[in-house]
């Protein structure tokens, strides 16, 4: 029988071998998070155990096959990639520091778990909540809106990836040269360019790879593609008939501008079973009222960030929206916050902007929507009296 000062010696004399082990390791290189987490637990179930000499033994080596199994299956640096914009990029060592230059990446690196590597995002990104936060306490540092990025402010955040958005050309033109001349890595994500779901996955597979998060990309976009293929598959059921739906990018008074077919609000539209009247146009189209009207929409939509709704229905009402049909039913719809939002963003919240969608667009299929930040424009018609004399 083993004395309990003779069974300490030995469990001190195990953990230190096994600290050795993935010390020698650390020297020469960097354990992911994962890693610190396997070798974690194992040690933990040692010091809170009463066990035999043997028990040790035999715990010891499983935990020792863990962590040499995790250090030798550990994805390796240096990696090369093909981003966006077609560039080959080499990663020499896993990033650290990250700065998002757009609010749909950053919703997809915090989607991915990568939330504690960022260090600035522009002004707009503000979703999840966390980001606000973390702005507000200064761990996060605002670098500037998407298309005016203070690029002094991002030097200074010494990041290791830039992550631009290609489609937005002053990213292209201007943004990637002018980092990379100050020894700054980009990297272009499809973003604003994005078509349909399906680019949207390439983005969260490509920012995956580079992190090695294959598998949190993976269980991510099952569970995305598991809720667009709910919503194909009620409208397939019920044989759903397609409303032309007008979507607009402001009121009115700010340009007409809407989205064309190859843009990835098009697909929110006809995935949630409507017809984008703009769909013959690429990219953001400037539309007129005679060609909104040849094309009568059932629905309008209209995104905006602080309008009034009184006067936004005032301004309708001098125009010639209000002789289409989506005026006359009564069905015009003003998004705002975080609506307006999932809606714009092509990101990690693609789901839940086509639910809200197909509510609007079939609530007689998904039942009637109700958010705070979804307003319907409500007309009063005048009540005709007939007195009978």
Not at 36 to 55: A, D, F, W
Not at 171 to 188: D, M
Request: hydrophobic share 40%; proline share 5%.
């Amino acid at each position: 029988m083993v004395s309990k000062t003779t069974t300490f010696s030995i469990i001190m004399l195990l953990i230190g071998v096994a600290i050795g082990v993935v010390g020698g390791y650390f020297a020469g290189a960097s354990l992911g998070k994962g890693s610190v987490q396997t070798l974690t637990m194992p040690i933990t179930s040692i010091y809170t155990s009463y066990l035999t000499t043997t028990q040790i033994q035999t715990e010891t080596r499983i935990m020792t096959s863990q962590i040499v199994t995790t250090v030798l299956t550990t994805p390796q640096y240096p990696k090369t990639f093909v981003d966006a914009l077609g560039r080959e990029i080499r990663i020499d060592k896993e990033p650290m520091r990250i700065v998002s230059t757009m609010p749909s990446i950053t919703e997809e690196l915090f989607a991915l778990g990568l939330g504690f590597k960022v260090v600035g995002v522009d002004s707009y990104s503000n979703y999840p909540p966390e980001v606000v936060n973390l702005r507000k306490e200064g761990k996060i540092a605002d670098v500037g809106g998407p298309w005016t990025l203070d690029l002094e402010k991002i030097i200074s955040l010494r990041p290791d990836i830039v992550f631009l958005c290609r489609g937005v050309s002053i990213h292209e033109s201007l943004y990637a040269s002018k980092l990379e001349e100050r020894g700054l890595k980009t990297v272009f994500l499809l973003c604003d360019s994005a078509k349909d779901q399906y680019d949207v996955y390439r983005d969260l597979r490509l920012i995956a790879s580079i992190f090695n998060r294959e598998d949190v990309a993976e269980s991510l976009i099952k569970t995305i593609d598991k809720k667009i293929n709910d919503v194909i598959g009620k409208l397939k059921t019920h044989n759903a008939s397609k409303p032309n739906v007008l979507i607009l990018l402001g009121p009115p008074s700010w340009g007409l501008w809407s989205a064309g077919g190859n843009t990835f609000i098009s697909w929110l539209i006809t995935t949630a079973g409507g017809v984008n009247i703009a769909s013959q146009y690429s990219g953001w189209p400037q539309l007129d009222y005679e060609y909104i009207l040849s094309k009568n929409p059932e629905i309008i939509i209209i995104t905006a960030h602080g309008i009034n709704m009184s006067q936004l229905k005032k301004e309708l009402e001098q125009t010639p929206l209000s002789k289409t049909k989506a005026w006359t039913d009564g069905k015009i719809y003003l998004l705002s916050g975080d609506a307006s939002d999932m809606v714009l963003r092509p990101g990690p919240r693609i789901a839940d902007a086509l639910d809200m969608l197909s509510k609007i667009i079939h609530p007689e299929i998904f039942g009637e929507l109700s958010r705070s930040d979804v307003q319907k424009i409500l007309m009063i018609m005048p009540i005709i009296l007939i007195v009978k004399r």
